[in-house]
């Protein structure tokens, strides 16, 4: 509550019944819109009632503004569908519901927007992650494999590292230009206990060298080997690990 607002609403503590003086004190020591609401309830008339409705709404707003995901949006809608603030809260809350169901990835996630939202900013957005993950089904992983290998490509080096590898097919109909995976390595019990992210097929990796071996698009029905070489492991690793695709780009 800001300044002028608060001194306003002590001074007419004076010219307000013992009653009703008691009870906005107390929403007043609670700060909720539910306790303000509870007093107008119970004071339908007080002469306050334009400033505590403004009150109201503004401790909704900025609550939904400190926290997280779409619900206290909805919930500020929910109360003030005609506030001041509207416009920015149907904003705000299609962004943090998108991003909500973008933290998940799963198609049942992006539909649930769609649905929601069938008009929203993210539309778009929601519908190509939606393909994206079923052409995923057109990605097949096999022939796991792990070698001691030099990791300078020394044929007379010492062994000083590993390399893991396994053939990836394309068996849609389309061409991927970028296939991003990502890599967990697994104990004996088959239990994950570290990844890191790699591609068998990138036009370009920013901020790294782009091995000119993933350069060429992935084309429908091409296997192409996955490599990966290091030389620090996870503690407790024994030479099994599993890939998944995390991310597709198609040539358009």
């Known amino acids: 509550m ?35 609401e509870a007093f107008l309830e119970q004071y339908p008339n007080t002469p306050h009632a334009p400033i505590l ?14 926290g997280e995901g779409p619900k206290g949006w909805r919930e500020y809608l929910k109360h003030h569908p005609e506030g001041k603030h509207v416009k920015a809260a149907k904003r705000h809350e299609d962004e943090a519901s998108y991003d909500a ?9 992006y539909q649930g927007y769609l649905d929601s939202h ?10 190509a992650e939606m ?15 792990v070698e001691r290998v030099n990791l300078a490509n020394d044929p007379k080096g010492d062994l000083n590292g590993w390399g893991l590898y396994a053939d990836v097919t394309n068996n849609g109909e389309r061409i991927l230009i970028e296939v991003e995976l990502k890599l967990e390595f697994t104990d004996p019990a088959g239990k994950v206990i570290g990844d890191r992210t790699w591609w068998v097929a990138a ?8 091995p000119p ?5 992935l084309r429908a029905g091409m296997t192409r080997e996955f490599q990966f070489t290091t030389g620090e492991p996870p503690e407790g690793w024994v030479d099994t690990f599993t890939l ?7 040539r358009q």
């Open 203 to 210: 036009e370009e990796l920013f901020g790294m060298p782009t």
């Open 213 to 217: 071996r993933i350069k060429p698009p």
């Open 131 to 145: 393909d994206e993950l079923a052409y995923q089904e057109n990605i097949s992983i096999e022939n796991y494999r």
């Open 53 to 66: 409705r403004t009150q109201i709404e503004d401790l909704r707003y900025h609550a939904a503004k400190d």
């Open 101 to 109: 169901a973008h933290g998940l990835r799963t198609a049942a996630a």
């Open 2 to 36: 800001n300044t002028r607002t608060l001194l306003v609403l002590l001074a007419s503590l004076l010219l307000l019944g013992c009653g009703e003086q008691k009870a906005l004190s107390a929403a007043q020591a609670s700060g909720t819109p539910e306790a303000y």
């Open 118 to 127: 069938p008009t929203g900013r993210y539309v778009k957005q929601a519908r």
């Open 244 to 250: 998944r695709p995390t991310n597709l780009r198609f």
